[in-house]
């Protein structure tokens, strides 16, 4: 098994751009999730989904959208890039959300947005 | 709002030394408590608490959880440079569907 795969590793975007951020797992999980990470604080919650075709909001949602049309793939959007959304992002993601404990988490992704 | 606040923010240690850090917790209906080690990439799992008082140990590590004062502590003994990484303490809450990470504390663990 890969785990939870993302790409790119890192990326570097013009304010205004968009882009996606990839994210996969074959472990059949039907939790998923994305956070940021700015430096010197924890992860924050962006987006989760709890099975394919369901998505919520987390703590920090504006400015991203997700989709879950498959169990393995999860891909956060950036529809207009801003200098604030320069971070590191990571996908994560559980057997169920009551799993959590057992949550595995991606490599991530460094974008800055100049 | 559910707050997760972990102190000291970072602290410098020499070998062998003993660290103790600490996570308190403002949720509304607690499921568990966990602990990661965060060295330079993503987080990896140390630790799950759900009762209050029953220590779990891993090696050097260990943590304890208190329920009644909504705390927990990380304690590393016999440090080593290895250890050196941000430890992020986070709650999950018994709708099991977010976790709330704390700003973690990095520890920095000289030779």
């Known amino acids: 098994n890969a785990g939870v795969t993302q790409t790119p590793k890192f990326q570097v975007l013009k304010t205004g751009q968009s882009m996606t951020l990839q994210c996969a797992q074959d472990?059949?999980?039907?939790?998923m999730s994305w956070y940021r990470q700015d430096p010197g604080m924890g992860l924050r919650l962006i987006h989760y989904s709890v099975g394919a075709g369901i998505t919520d909001q987390g703590e920090v949602p504006n400015g991203y959208n997700v989709s879950r049309s498959t169990t393995e793939d999860f891909p956060l959007r950036l529809l207009s890039a801003a200098p604030s959304q320069t971070s590191v992002y990571f996908c994560?993601?559980?057997?169920?959300?009551?799993?959590?404990?057992?949550?595995?988490f991606g490599p991530g992704t460094r974008l800055l947005v100049l | 709002e559910d707050k997760v606040v972990q102190s000291p923010l970072s602290l410098v240690v020499h070998e062998g030394d003993t660290v103790t850090l600490n996570c308190s917790y403002e949720v509304t209906n607690f499921r568990s408590l966990l602990w990661y080690k965060q060295e330079k990439k993503a987080p990896t799992f140390l630790f799950m608490l759900t009762s209050s008082g029953i220590e779990k140990k891993s090696g050097r590590l260990s943590s304890i959880l208190d329920k009644k004062e909504l705390f927990s502590i990380l304690n590393i003994t016999a440090t080593q440079t290895g250890d050196s990484a941000v430890y992020l303490c986070a709650v999950l809450k018994a709708a099991g569907n977010k976790l709330t990470f704390g700003g973690g504390t990095r520890v920095l663990v000289k030779p």
């Open positions: 994560a993601s559980a057997e169920e959300s009551w799993g959590q404990e057992t949550q595995y």
């Open positions: 472990m059949n999980h039907e939790y």
